[in-house]
């Protein structure tokens, strides 16, 4: 049974940092495309940021280039998204998705996901 479990959102001050973890379950994430998605209120969930497999070849939306950081810890088969320079645009909640490829589905890997994390950033 495949299970991804995400934490590590909070409540942060706009300028700062998050980091985000996506543990994994009955997969191995280094044999998956690994990806973020986040929902704000009364919008879409959309793509924030991924990593293939092989090569680890890593993608970002643009409103997060520069800002964001996605990388995978095969050890302890986790994969984290490290979110600097917060802004209040960036509050939403914040999902991580497996699959066969970043660009698998319309919604990325999309064949396994979890529950979910909330970020917020507010002053």
């Known amino acids: 049974q495949v299970q991804l479990v995400e934490s590590g959102g909070g409540l942060v001050q706009p300028g700062g940092s998050l980091r985000l973890s996506c543990a994994a379950a009955?997969?191995?994430?280094?044999?998956?495309?690994i990806g973020w998605f986040r929902q704000a209120p009364g919008k879409e969930r959309e793509g924030v940021s991924c990593i293939s497999r092989p090569g680890g070849n890593t993608f970002y939306t643009n409103s997060v280039k520069g800002r964001f950081t996605i990388s995978r810890d095969n050890a302890k088969n986790t994969v984290y998204l490290q979110m600097n320079s917060l802004k209040p645009e960036d509050t939403g909640i914040y999902y991580c998705?497996?699959?066969?490829?970043?660009?698998?589905?319309?919604?990325?890997?999309?064949?396994?996901w979890g529950q979910g994390t909330q970020v917020t950033v507010s002053s």
């Open positions: 009955g997969l191995t994430v280094d044999d998956y495309a």
């Open positions: 998705t497996a699959g066969d490829s970043c660009f698998a589905t319309s919604e990325g890997p999309g064949k396994y």
